[in-house]
């Protein structure tokens, strides 16, 4: 039990690190900073909330394959290796940068 704890409060105080920095982001757009330095706070605010992530789903892979009766099940293995290539994957798509559709002609090409 206190191994988890440590582990939520290693969570946490990532978590907490990330709100800093997006807060930072905040006041830096609105003291009007150059769009680089604006980007450059977004992609470590991102790897780190990435981090976070990781972390909590290594404890939960860890949780979830600790079986008492030592069988593997394997739907559940199934999940959890879907979910995590899901948090891996998790990359926003053109459409999620803008919130705008891409129009079919640009959509097409992108992939080339």
């Not at 990330?18 to 330095?37: F, H």
């Not at 069988?71 to 979910?83: D, G, H, K, P, V």
Request: charged fraction near 30%; proline fraction near 4%.
């Amino acid at each position: 039990m206190a191994e988890q704890n440590e582990s939520q409060s290693e969570i946490l105080k990532r978590l907490r690190r990330v709100e800093g920095q997006i807060r930072g982001i905040q006041r830096m757009i609105e003291e009007g900073r150059s769009c680089e330095e604006v980007v450059t706070q977004l992609m470590a605010a991102r790897a780190a909330l990435d981090r976070a992530g990781l972390l909590i789903m290594s404890q939960h892979i860890e949780q979830c394959l600790l079986d008492p009766s030592g069988a593997t099940n394997r739907a559940q293995l199934e999940r959890i290796t879907a979910f995590f290539l899901k948090l891996s994957g998790s990359a926003p798509s053109p459409e999620e940068y803008t919130g705008e559709p891409i129009p079919e002609e640009e959509a097409s090409t992108e992939g080339s």
